[in-house]
């Protein structure tokens, strides 16, 4: 079979490309703006309530480079979880772990998910949207993740955001977030109820976490 010269040259430029890049190309750890410990305690008619300290094993399972999770209660004694984890993209920061699988694994089975658009202020955030039960607890989670201000709802935009943010900038830090609360009988009013708490606390999560 008669190979083709320019097929071969192309090839070779490719890799040729491909090994400059590599040997070039440097990253570096995408630092918060300021540490998740000082997020506000008072978020509008929002007052934290609680917090948590993950266990030595999650920490290295999950490995943040910072993490925040915190109660929040509102009016009616309303409340909503937050967790905040952010992964600066250095050697010793670990990846975000997805919660379709998380979730799943800590036994926790999905009864609806779908991606939902949210419009507060100027900003148009792209999140999912779910419903998981256990046991007898049923839960409704907000969730989505955040590259340099960017939200995302989906692992896939995920991922081709943290390798635009890398090829551009030379850095992969990137954010998740979840808010989470029981669903009583009422799924609807829950979801009106985590939507009420992010319109408060969506520009503070903006401001400590876009760098």
Not at 124 to 143: S, W
Request: aromatic residues 12%; hydrophobic residues 40%.
């Amino acid at each position: 079979m008669k190979i083709s010269w320019f097929r071969f040259l192309a090839v070779y430029a490719l890799l040729l490309a491909a090994a400059g890049y590599v040997a070039l190309h440097h990253e570096t750890a995408q630092p918060l703006p300021q540490p998740l410990t000082a997020f506000p305690n008072q978020l509008g008619e929002w007052r934290a309530v609680g917090h948590k300290q993950f266990s030595e094993a999650l920490l290295t399972k999950l490995r943040p480079t910072d993490y925040l999770y915190r109660r929040y209660s509102g009016p009616g004694g309303k409340t909503v979880d937050v967790y905040i984890g952010y992964h600066d993209g250095a050697q010793g920061a670990g990846p975000i772990h997805s919660p379709k699988n998380c979730l799943p694994g800590n036994g926790w089975l999905e009864i609806s998910s779908s991606p939902l658009e949210l419009d507060i202020g100027r900003e148009r955030i792209h999140l999912t949207q779910a419903v998981y039960r256990q046991d007898e607890q049923q839960e409704l989670f907000l969730y989505w993740f955040m590259v340099r201000g960017r939200t995302l709802s989906t692992e896939v935009g995920l991922k081709l955001a943290e390798i635009a943010n890398a090829v551009r900038y030379g850095q992969r830090g990137a954010c998740f977030v979840r808010l989470s609360l029981p669903v009583a009988d009422n799924p609807a009013a829950s979801a009106g109820i985590a939507q009420s708490f992010l319109e408060r606390a969506y520009p503070a999560i903006c401001a400590f976490t876009s760098s």
